[in-house]
């Protein structure tokens, strides 16, 4: 298999995933898996958690631990070390909405670019955090928005509003 098989395998399977996640009880369970979430982080504990400046740092596994675990999903997906660039290692639910930081469940690859890239995730994450902290938005229901089929149902972040997420 060349790198580039590979490389359309994943985005296969990132694009069957998305599909999965197009139906309401994948979105349900996806924001609902305990072990992708933090216990210490719940709507009561926001602005100690995810709200509180420098909650990231102290979270947060180093740079190189983080390295070393996008080296290690990238060779068990089977793309190559030469397309690692074009990978981002992904918390499947977002560390700044409550997240685990460490769980290997939590843990993913995604391409960088790309409608549902992670580019495009960590952008639609912050604006979720944003109305989370200001208690526009419950963290819940945050998490079911960034757990569903976001990609298509907020194609134009940039024209978002706390209100327009469902």
């Not at 996806?30 to 100690?48: F, H, I, N």
């Not at 990238?74 to 909405?97: K, N, T």
């Not at 229901?141 to 976001?150: C, D, V």
């Amino acid at each position: 298999m060349t790198d580039q098989d590979r490389h359309l395998f994943h985005v296969l399977r990132v694009a069957a995933l998305l599909l999965l996640a197009q139906l309401p009880c994948a979105a349900a369970s996806y924001a609902g898996q305990p072990a992708w979430l933090d216990a210490r982080v719940s709507q009561e504990t926001t602005a100690s958690t995810i709200c509180h400046q420098g909650y990231l740092a102290q979270v947060m596994p180093s740079i190189d631990a983080r390295i070393r675990l996008k080296d290690k999903l990238l060779e068990q997906q089977g793309i190559a070390p030469s397309l690692a660039s074009h990978y981002a290692l992904d918390f499947r639910m977002p560390v700044l909405l409550g997240g685990s930081p460490d769980a290997r469940e939590n843990l993913d690859v995604l391409p960088w670019e790309g409608d549902d890239g992670e580019r495009r995730k960590r952008r639609f994450t912050v604006f979720l955090r944003r109305c989370v902290c200001a208690d526009e938005l419950p963290l819940k229901q945050a998490q079911l928005a960034i757990s569903g089929n976001w990609s298509r149902e907020y194609p134009n972040l940039w024209s978002l509003s706390c209100k327009d997420i469902r």
